[in-house]
C-alpha cells in the first residue's frame, strides 16, 4: 500500500528534547523558530505540521519536560510517608536543577517569568497552571498522610504542599543565579525539618 507524504526524517522525542533544552536555556520569550528548528534539526513547515506553532511547542516541551527532568516527582508521589514523600522530592529537586551539562534552574520556573506579550501571558498562565497543579497533587498526598495518621490531625496539608513547593522552586531560583548544589544541600535538610 502506498503511503503520502514524506517519511518523518527525525525522532519526535529526541527533536522535543532539544527544543527542551532551548527553552530551558533562553526562556519562552527570546527563543526564536529560527533557534527552535536549528536545535531540533527540522524546517519550519516540519515543526508546524508536527508540533504545531512556537506555544504549541512550548506546550510540549513543557509536558517532556515533567516527564524526563521532574520524574521525582511521580517518585515521590507513591513513597509511603510524608517525609519520604518530601525529602524525594526536595533531593530530586536539588540534583535537577543542578544537574551538570544543563541549564541550572527550572524550566516550569525560569520559561515564561518575562512574559509581557499576548502569547507570553499565555505561556506564564499554562506554566502557572502546571506549577498549581504540581502544588495540588502534593496537597492530596498530604491529605492521605493525615487520613493514615501519618503526619498530625493539626497538619493543614495545603499549607505543608505550599511550604515544599515554595522551598523547591526557591532552589531553582537559587541554582539558576549560580548557587552550587553543596551551598543548597542545608536548605533541603533544614527544610525537612518541617515532617516528622
Known amino acids: 500500500m502506498a503511503t503520502t507524504g514524506r517519511p518523518r526524517q527525525f525522532v519526535l522525542e529526541e527533536a522535543l528534547d532539544r527544543a527542551v533544552a532551548v527553552f530551558w536555556r533562553q526562556g519562552y520569550g527570546a527563543t526564536t523558530l529560527d533557534d527552535l528548528t536549528t536545535a531540533m534539526g527540522i524546517n519550519r513547515p516540519s515543526l508546524y505540521n508536527t508540533f504545531g506553532n512556537k506555544e ?12 524526563t527532568e521532574m ?10 510517608t510524608a517525609r519520604g514523600v518530601a525529602e524525594h522530592y526536595l533531593r530530586g529537586n536539588l540534583l535537577a536543577v543542578t544537574a551538570l551539562g544543563k541549564p541550572h534552574g527550572c524550566l516550569t520556573v525560569q520559561g515564561g517569568l518575562a512574559g509581557r ?4 501571558l499565555r505561556v506564564v498562565e499554562l506554566l502557572s497552571d502546571y506549577r ?9 498526598r498530604f491529605r492521605a498522610a ?10 493543614q ?3 505543608l504542599a505550599k511550604y515544599l513547593f515554595t522551598v523547591a522552586t526557591g532552589l531553582a531560583v537559587q541554582a539558576s543565579a549560580g548557587t552550587t ?3 543548597l ?12
Open 157 to 159: 496539608p495545603a499549607e
Open 56 to 67: 504549541t511547542t512550548f506546550g510540549l516541551a513543557v509536558r517532556r519536560y515533567a516527564e
Open 146 to 155: 493525615v487520613a493514615q495518621g501519618d503526619l498530625p490531625r493539626t497538619e
Open 117 to 120: 506579550t499576548d502569547d507570553q
Open 185 to 196: 544541600k542545608p536548605v533541603v535538610k533544614r527544610a525537612l525539618t518541617a515532617f516528622p
Open 181 to 183: 548544589r553543596r551551598q
Open 71 to 80: 520524574a521525582y516527582l511521580a517518585d515521590a508521589l507513591v513513597l509511603p
Open 132 to 140: 498549581s497543579g504540581t502544588e495540588a497533587r502534593l496537597a492530596s
